[in-house]
């Protein structure tokens, strides 16, 4: 595999900036089991062994248990994942393929239903967040060390 660039090195600034997003995310009230299932599950749909591996690692030393995170490629057809869980995981699933019909109105009443205005907004930004570093880790070829 060839050798690509650093962005962090290379453009500094703009890796700065996604730094904020995550500044803005550790401060919000995303709770840390909703911000772990969503980074795992972008990056799983995206393809990015390195962030797989990253959060997932993250995941489990927060408490998060093996069990679940091994039926997250099939969280529909598992007990183990609570209806607040399930609605951020199809909006993590609809959000990253947004091309194909976004965020539904069902899912995002559903939401608004269940978090209200700022938590949905704090979701969105988190989904968005995991995807900008999935395409960074994608197209540099950040391996896992």
């Known amino acids: 595999m060839n050798k690509r660039i650093n962005i962090e090195k290379v453009a500094p600034e703009a890796f700065k900036a996604m730094i904020g997003l995550e500044s803005f995310l550790a401060k919000s009230d995303l709770n840390k089991t909703h911000w772990e299932l969503i980074k795992i599950r972008a990056s799983q749909l995206n393809g990015c062994a390195y962030c797989i591996n990253l959060h997932t690692t993250e995941a489990l030393k927060a408490g998060e248990t093996p069990q679940r995170i091994f039926l997250l490629n099939a969280w529909k057809e598992s007990e183990l994942f609570d209806e607040k869980e399930q609605i951020i995981l ?11 019909e976004g965020l539904s109105d069902n899912v995002y009443e559903k939401a608004l239903e269940l978090f209200g205005e700022k938590y949905v907004a704090e979701i969105i930004m988190a989904i968005v967040t995991i995807n900008a570093w999935n395409r960074i880790a994608i197209s540099t070829q950040k391996m896992i060390s």
């Not at 199809?90 to 194909?100: G, H, K, L, P, Y």
């Open 90 to 100: 199809e909006m993590t699933e609809q959000i990253t393929f947004i091309d194909q």
